[in-house]
T-cell receptor, first 116, second 112 residues
Framework: GAVVSQHPSRVICKSGTSVKIECRSLDFQATTMFWYRQFPKQSLMLMATSNEGSKATYEQGVEKDKFLINHASLTLSTLTVTSAHPEDSSFYIC????????????FGPGTRLTVL | AQSVTQLGSHVSVSEGALVLLRCNYSSSVPPYLFWYVQYPNQGLQLLLKYTSAATLVKGINGFEAEFKKSETSFHLTKPSAHMSDAAEYFCAVSDYDYKLSFGAGTTVTVRA
């Protein structure tokens, strides 16, 4: 149980285009979803927190107009990287939690974004 | 805000030897602590978690960790390393807002 999927697993795009990444909780309704980015050989950095039906809360230094987050349902959150540039190339990981499991988060497999 | 320090960015052990990964946290309130493992190009898998119950926590794959409040530590151990334990390990602490703060990570390599 508590499986989180991400799609796509890998994406390559040209500079200036927008990319959408989906995060789904497959067998539970997620109270909250989180988006992280991870640079090579580094730790995970929280980008934003999203709750279903409300605006995402972004961490300091994360451009909300560049990284658009939509949490349309209790099982789906999307991250759109708008006007992507090479410096946005990274590994993006989502996680989800639900009230019945307290503080534990369940992580998706990640999406490797490469911007040319 | 919570923070986590992982001592040692890289640990190399022989197969069958003890694995010890160190984690210290700073917290002004009782913490919720986690150890995750990450294999290349994959997400994170929970190894174990401390949520104010027993101070010695047993997890998957033979790992365990001991919460020591006096030392603000939550070190991860495994008595006998296996080749499949080669991975990146992250210690994390959660605040009451459910956000996770991660340590820098420790890369474990296992020598045959």
């Amino acid at each position: 149980g508590a499986v989180v999927s991400q799609h796509p697993s890998r994406v390559i795009c040209k500079s200036g285009t927008s990319v959408k990444i989906e995060c789904r909780s497959l067998d539970f309704q997620a109270t909250t979803m989180f988006w992280y980015r991870q640079f090579p050989k580094q730790s995970l950095m929280l980008m934003a927190t999203s709750n279903e039906g409300s605006k995402a809360t972004y961490e300091q230094g994360v451009e909300k107009d560049k990284f658009l987050i939509n949490h349309a349902s209790l099982t789906l959150s999307t991250l759109t990287v708008t006007s992507a540039h090479p410096e946005d190339s990274s590994f993006y990981i989502c996680s989800a939690r639900w009230g019945g499991r307290g503080y534990e988060q369940f992580f998706g497999p990640g999406t490797r974004l490469t911007v040319l | 805000a919570q923070s986590v320090t992982q001592l040692g960015s890289h640990v190399s052990v022989s197969e069958g030897a003890l694995v010890l990964l160190r984690c210290n946290y700073s917290s002004s309130v009782p913490p919720y602590l986690f150890w995750y493992v990450q294999y290349p190009n994959q997400g994170l898998q929970l190894l174990l978690k401390y949520t104010s119950a027993a101070t010695l926590v047993k997890g998957i794959n033979g790992f365990e960790a001991e919460f020591k409040k006096s030392e603000t530590s939550f070190h991860l151990t495994k008595p006998s390393a296996h080749m499949s334990d080669a991975a990146e390990y992250f210690c994390a602490v959660s605040d009451y807002d459910y956000k996770l703060s991660f340590g820098a990570g420790t890369t474990v390599t296992v020598r045959a």
